[in-house]
């Protein structure tokens, strides 16, 4: 009861006597300053949040049946060196082909980071706990490609090392294949956040994350437009392939056009978020 | 302390709170009370820093919530009840929101006990009842040990148990020292816990009391006479201009003037009178009286007064 005392006392008196107030009366507790709200701390409460979920590890279980299962499958009925058009000429791109789709499922992973708290409500107790905002925003990407990064590499080598047992006749191991396949993944792992976080709604963002990725950029070559042509070479999955290409001649993009284009679709969207939870109400 | 100053919030052409000013001072529960869309959780949303004020400004000891550097120790707050992903366990969810402060994991399992839900801290909240959910939030709130405490419909959902715990804690929180302000819209729960009533309506301030003052704003109350010559007094009473109800034989029920007159009015004309006194209001009319043309949804049948079909009778 002394502390309230204290805090309600300058209310009180008369305003001339302001000046007298004692110093400490506007210093916080010592209680207050031993443990605020950092970075770091936020990346470990997210890293809590993700790994509390089943759904994410059955997510991350699912994105590798997925690109491993098809590595095998499309592998078994591949032969090198038999080059028949479509992905015959490319044995490694079609490998990789079921990283692809790995790819979807690791933006819904990204996007449920986000949108999954607004459809559950949490999203209040973390912009309580973290009244900044922005920290909440950069330590879900900061975590989710400490996630994705790793388990990216490991299936995009795993396809390759499958590929190399069961495509008939070997298959030459590729660095900068397995690299780009994990820029892409790790990339629209990002991009699923990033729409997340600005649509706020989970089907709203993993509609889009699908028109992106999947629907339209086979789809928009068939417009009669030239410019929407050379717009399909910057989508996600046009860079994805140009980065993870073997065969000289099948890029569409140079290697660091592509690498900045999928960084830009990782990361605007990711800002543009970042900036409209700082501004909206929760 | 929470100041509140000019708070409005307008949602287009809709004003949800309209300069809203008030003080939560600490050491006692306070009672935010108002019909359901009154602007309550509006309000606490505004304080929490979740929702952006359209002007005006809302301090807790002295800074905007967004400016305390560790907010979880300064303020706890249950804006939502079960607002927890339901595939995740209470600790973890505890967990979670510890760890953006530092707080140690052994800070969790002691709310855990607090909040009575430590049996069932790893299941999934998906299986909790709202009561448990509703408990788990009270945690949240606790989770830093704050001086300031923001509870909204805090027993929504709780059994009686649960009501009685959590006045219990409220009252012990508010002896600490610590600022406790509570919403509801049931003026029998806020009598029943807070000392310091703030009443909203339709986004405006309809009264900043205590639960005594706010009962002795009451004006108007019946006075309830026995008489064995009511009759003869419920005449020289409509006479001077008052209403009369015969509550049963012998037994009046006067508005319109006060137990005084009523009394004088009898000695002047020899009428001996057996009982005479005024109907204390209850909390709940009062709030009622103060609302009335601020709830969103009402029905139009409370307002039948027997007072008026009795004199039109007379």
Do not use: C
Not at chain 2, 74 to 82: F, I, N, R, S, T
């Amino acid at each position: 009861m002394s502390a309230t005392a204290t805090a309600t006392a300058p209310r009180t008196t008369d305003p001339g006597h302001r000046a007298d107030r004692h110093p400490q009366d506007r210093s916080p507790s010592p209680r207050q300053e031993e443990g605020g709200v950092a970075l770091h701390r936020v990346v470990r409460s997210e890293w809590t949040k993700l790994r509390s979920l089943r759904s994410t590890w059955a997510t991350l279980g699912l994105a590798a049946l997925v690109a491993l299962g098809l590595a095998a499958a499309i592998g078994s009925n591949l032969s090198s060196g038999e080059p028949d058009g479509g992905f015959g000429a490319d044995p490694t791109a079609a490998v990789l082909a079921g990283t692809g789709l790995a790819a979807l499922v690791l933006g819904v992973l990204g996007a449920l980071q986000v949108s999954g708290e607004y459809a559950t409500g949490t999203i209040t107790a973390s912009l309580t706990a973290v009244p900044a905002r922005w920290p909440v925003l950069s330590a879900k990407a900061v975590v989710l490609v400490a996630v994705v990064a790793p388990l990216a590499l490991a299936l995009s080598a795993g396809s390759l090392w499958i590929g190399s047992l069961v495509v008939d006749g070997g298959l030459p191991f590729s660095w900068g294949a397995v690299l780009g396949s994990t820029g892409y993944l790790t990339a629209v792992a990002l991009l699923g956040l990033g729409t997340a976080a600005l649509l706020r709604s989970s089907a709203a963002a993993i509609t889009v994350l699908v028109a992106l990725v999947f629907v339209l950029p086979p789809l928009l070559p068939l417009l009669p437009w030239g410019f929407v042509e050379t717009a399909t070479k910057y989508f996600p999955s046009a860079a994805g392939e140009s980065l993870s290409a073997t065969v000289a001649g099948t890029a569409a993009l140079s290697d660091a056009a592509a690498a900045g284009t999928l960084a830009a679709w990782a990361l605007v969207p990711l800002l543009v978020g970042g900036v409209l939870l700082q501004r909206r109400d929760a | 302390m929470i100041d509140v100053q000019q708070l409005t919030k307008r949602y287009g052409a809709k004003t949800a709170v309209e300069e809203l000013s008030f003080t939560v001072p600490a050491g006692q529960v306070t009672g935010f009370l108002g019909p359901n869309g009154a602007g309550k959780s509006t309000t606490m949303r505004m304080i929490m820093g979740l929702d952006r004020p359209t002007s005006g400004r809302a301090t807790i000891d002295g800074r905007s919530y967004a400016e305390h550097r560790a907010p979880l120790r300064a303020v706890g707050a249950l804006l939502e009840a079960k607002a927890v992903h339901p595939g995740r366990s209470a600790r973890d969810h505890l967990l979670s929101l510890a760890r953006t402060h530092g707080l140690p994991r052994a800070r969790v399992e002691e709310v855990l006990h607090t909040v009575g839900l430590h049996d069932v801290a790893g299941k999934r909240v998906g299986a909790f009842s709202l009561g448990m959910g509703q408990r788990l939030g009270i945690g949240v709130a606790l989770l830093g040990d704050p001086q300031t405490i923001i509870l909204d419909e805090p027993v929504n959902g709780l059994d009686p148990d649960g009501v009685l715990w959590i006045r219990t804690l409220l009252r012990s929180l508010a002896a600490e020292g610590r600022t406790v302000l509570i919403s509801s819209h049931l003026m029998s729960e806020m009598a029943l816990t807070a000392e310091h009533l703030v009443v909203v309506g339709r986004g405006r301030l309809l009264a900043d009391t205590t639960v005594a003052e706010l009962i002795a704003t009451a004006t108007d109350r019946p006075v309830d006479v026995v008489s064995p010559r009511a009759d003869e007094l419920a005449h020289l009473l409509l006479v001077a201009g008052a209403s009369v109800a015969t509550a049963a034989p012998g037994r009046l029920s006067v508005t319109g003037l006060d137990a005084g007159t009523v009394g004088d009015l009898a000695g002047a004309h020899g009428i001996t009178l057996h009982e005479l006194h005024t109907e204390p209001a209850s909390l709940e009319e009062v709030y009622m009286t103060l609302t009335g043309d601020s709830r969103e949804y009402r029905t139009d049948t409370s307002r039948q007064s027997t007072t008026e079909t009795l004199e039109q009778a007379a």
